[in-house]
């Protein structure tokens, strides 16, 4: 599936102006786009109403299409995108396998299948042993490996990032960004991942920096 923006447009509340100058890109099936920009310019945003969390009082036009449709028209649940945060939103009281089922698809039906597709997951991030576990043991790495296995699981039609590596150590950054390019291609599903460190660009297809709406390039 191709993930399209077509002249997307970002305005903070009270605002006059666009954040930014209006956004076009095409993300391909297991591809990343990569979207950097200085602090503020409406990266987490635009990610979130993408996803379908608009901040109040904010207004975004444009295109999102996904799959023939127009994702912007649809309620959240009905958009089939998922969203990885800077903090992995892990389940505080739930074990690591527990985490990784929460966020399987229902498509996969039965005991065995849901099991299975648990331990498939835990063997892929390098955690086979760490099913029983709480989040809260795990590194900081190994909880970004979680999170974005447990997305993965629900079977996403587009993945969209936020800071996903930010709060991570400098040395794990390089084997996360590896790590998440990886599985994603192997998905075969776009993504798109909002960043101000112009390094995680590194694994993206293509790159956009967004400039403040009236700075642009
Ligand atoms: N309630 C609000 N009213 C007015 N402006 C707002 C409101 N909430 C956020 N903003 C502004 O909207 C802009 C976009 O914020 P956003 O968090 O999306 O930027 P960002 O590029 O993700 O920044 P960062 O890299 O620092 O996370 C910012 O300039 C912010 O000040």
Redesign the pocket.
């Known amino acids: 599936m191709t993930l399209e923006l077509h002249d997307l447009c970002l305005t ?4 006059a102006a666009p ?1 930014f100058a209006p956004l076009s890109l095409r993300i391909a099936p297991g591809e990343i786009a990569c979207l950097t ?10 990610i979130a109403g993408v996803a379908g969390h608009l ?3 904010f207004v975004l036009s444009g295109q999102v299409r996904l799959n023939g449709c127009d994702l912007l028209t649809l309620p959240p649940e009905r958009r089939g995108v998922g969203v990885i945060f800077q903090q992995p939103l892990l389940f505080q009281h739930l074990s690591v396998a527990d985490n990784l089922a929460f966020g399987l698809s229902p498509q996969v039906r039965g005991r065995a299948a849901r099991r299975a597709a648990v331990a498939e997951a835990l063997e892929r991030a390098g955690l086979l042993d760490f099913g029983p576990r709480d989040p809260a043991t795990l590194s900081g790495g190994q909880r970004a490996r979680v999170a974005l296995m447990r997305a993965l699981l629900a079977r996403p039609a587009a993945l969209l990032l936020d ?1 996903p590596f930010a709060a991570l150590d400098p040395y794990l950054r390089a084997g996360i960004r590896d790590f998440v390019a990886k599985h994603l291609r192997a998905a075969g599903i776009p993504a798109l991942l ?1 960043s ?1 460190d112009a390094q995680d660009a590194a694994i993206a297809r293509q790159s956009l920096a967004i400039a403040p709406f009236g700075t642009g390039r």
Do not use: I, Q, Y
Not at 12 to 15: E, H, L, M, S, V
Not at 37 to 46: D, E, N, Q
């Open positions: 903070a509340p009270g605002a954040l920009g200085p602090s503020g310019v409406g990266k987490s945003s635009l901040p109040r009082g800071e909002a101000h």
